[in-house]
């Protein structure tokens, strides 16, 4: 398999370093891009123009092309519709979603003068099963989602491929970015996230199992593979059980802001 040139966004810690480990350790070229520039690496905010503009010309400067995109930056966040403010959902909108958008704008033009490369956007379970009190995240998560399939028939003709990367909860940093204004729901998400049985190490394995067979979507651990299948094959199940989620969730908030 020949060396590819990798630019890594939210690289430097959780699943965007372990990535970033397993596409190096494999002999690839890997570039991190991070809020904090870390060795070998660009400090890269996602939501910012100039600095995506600055990435590509590093990487056209060092490179002269890329050959895969992995848009992996991103906060946790959630909580109640009538809790959360709208201040935060512009902010996850524009570091979850837009974050990713901009990033497929920066490099689209580049694959295509090249006739091939691989973007990669991390979206989330999240993003194709909803459950309760986690709007703000299921919303961003589904956009993900719905914009790397339209992506991948849009650029399927220049020669690039687009895969949406929904893994579960795994056991990963992430969940010290939760400072939302629903306190009591990122308690809940805080535990969901540390209790999991699955590594970042792992989801990273199975990434690359993924983009070497050009799959559309990654359901890189059993748990997320089996709530996709419930939803579309005992929708009745689960729908029950996401019910019960959310009366749990009355139970446990109840009187809390």
Known sequence: MSKKRV????????????????????????????LTEVP???KLDVTSDDDWAAARTWV?????????????????????????TIDEWRKVIDINLLGVVRGCRTFTPMFKAQGSGHILNTASLAGLVHPPAMSSYTAV?????????????????????????????IKTPLAQ???GSDTAMDAIAAR????????????AAAVLKGLDSKSMVILPDPAARKAVLTKRFARP????EQRKFGARIKSITEGKS
């Open 40 to 42: 070998d690496g660009i």
């Open 177 to 179: 970015s939760l400072a």
């Open 141 to 169: 998560k589904a956009g993900v989602v719905a914009l790397s399939e339209t992506l991948s028939y849009e650029l399927h003709p220049h020669g690039i491929d687009v895969t949406a990367l929904c893994p579960g909860f």
């Open 192 to 203: 969901l996230i540390n209790k999991s049985p699955y590594t970042a190490e792992q989801v």
């Open 60 to 84: 056209e400067d060092n490179w002269g092309g890329l050959d895969i995109l992995v848009n992996n930056a991103g906060i946790a966040t959630g909580g109640r519709i009538d809790v959360v």
């Open 7 to 34: 630019l890594v966004t939210g690289g430097a810690s959780g699943l965007g370093a372990a990535m970033a480990e397993a596409f190096a350790a494999r002999g690839d070229d890997v570039l991190v891009a991070d």
């Open 237 to 240: 199940l689960y729908d029950r």
